[in-house]
């Protein structure tokens, strides 16, 4: 005899507000901003439409190019996947493999199990990007969460520029204080031979690898004092790669809003350099000229 099961009001009004992603896709109106992004929301996602225009419309034409793969769903909040570590293989498999899941209000309950965003693979190879903007406390995260998804495509696709490649590593092997992100500052370590959560003082040394593939080496100068060290090709690629997504997404928020530096410190790495940043970011402007009606500035604020 089946166990009947009496599902409260609660977990009713939970169920009530739960639908699948895929849903979501083909339910909803994908509409173009006009640059071109590829966009939809659904639900209470509490964002108006003219602060949501500014933050689609700043993605410069040559990047917006490049993500036609992509349509970002701005949702209340995206579930993710559940994982059980004690479950057997194809237990986890099939958990894992469960449908993607959006909720259309925010609830305390729910938002235990949102994440900032899931990628959904939809028909024909096109993905949806399905963003929690319930889960993003104001608009500066919204618009930071956005942007990190829309430069993790466009690198994707487009990988880096020769020009940033070589600025960013001279930045590396100058050792300039900090970096744009817990990759970019593990993939830097790893790459000179130093452990992934090293800092810039300490020597060079035999790092415990965090990444399972056989190294490559090769011989650089990598101080002042020339110091030789084995450099690791395939973290001075993850770093290089890690470092120009950052730089596209900073950029990116630097057209849709004003912030201060200090808005992008982290606590498990150092932030970069001022002046290394401004670098990096006018690279990033040069390559992708600002729209119309945005514009690119860093400023310095003058001692007190």
Not at 45 to 52: D, P, Y
Request: with cysteine; charged share 20%.
């Amino acid at each position: 005899m089946a166990e009947s099961v009496q599902n409260g009001p609660q977990q009713t009004s939970i169920q009530q507000t739960l639908i699948g992603a895929k849903q979501v896709a083909h339910d909803v109106e994908e509409r173009r901003s006009s640059n071109g992004v590829r966009f939809a929301t659904y639900g209470e996602t509490g964002i108006a439409n003219v602060e949501l225009d500014r933050i689609l419309e700043a993605v410069p034409a040559g990047i917006v190019a490049a993500l036609q793969g992509n349509t970002y769903y701005f949702v209340p909040l995206a579930l993710r996947a559940t994982r059980d570590e004690t479950a057997p293989a194809a237990e986890e498999m099939a958990r894992v493999a469960e449908p993607a899941m959006v909720a259309s209000v925010w609830s305390d309950e729910l938002s235990d199990a949102a994440i900032c965003h899931r990628n959904v693979e939809l028909a024909s190879g096109h993905q949806g990007v399905f963003i929690s903007t319930r889960l993003l406390a104001d608009r500066f995260a919204l618009s930071f969460e956005f942007f990190i998804n829309v430069a993790h495509a466009f690198v994707d696709k487009a990988g880096v520029p020769q020009s940033f490649s070589e600025m960013v590593w001279k930045q590396a092997v100058e050792n300039v204080k900090g970096e744009t992100s817990l990759d970019a500052w593990e993939a830097r370590n790893l790459a000179f031979g130093r452990a992934a959560n090293a800092m810039p003082a300490e020597p060079l040394a035999p790092a415990r690898r965090t990444r399972a593939f056989a190294p490559v080496l090769r011989s650089l100068s990598a101080s002042a004092g020339g110091e030789q060290a084995a450099i690791d090709e395939k973290e001075r690629g993850h770093y290089v790669t890690a470092a120009f997504t950052d730089a596209v997404a900073i950029y990116l928020l630097s057209l849709a809003l004003d912030f201060n530096y200090s808005d992008l410190r982290e606590r498990d790495y150092p932030l970069i350099a001022p002046v290394a940043l401004a670098e990096r970011l006018r690279a990033v402007a040069e390559l992708f000229p600002a729209n119309p009606g945005y514009e690119f500035a860093v400023k310095y604020r003058k001692r007190a």
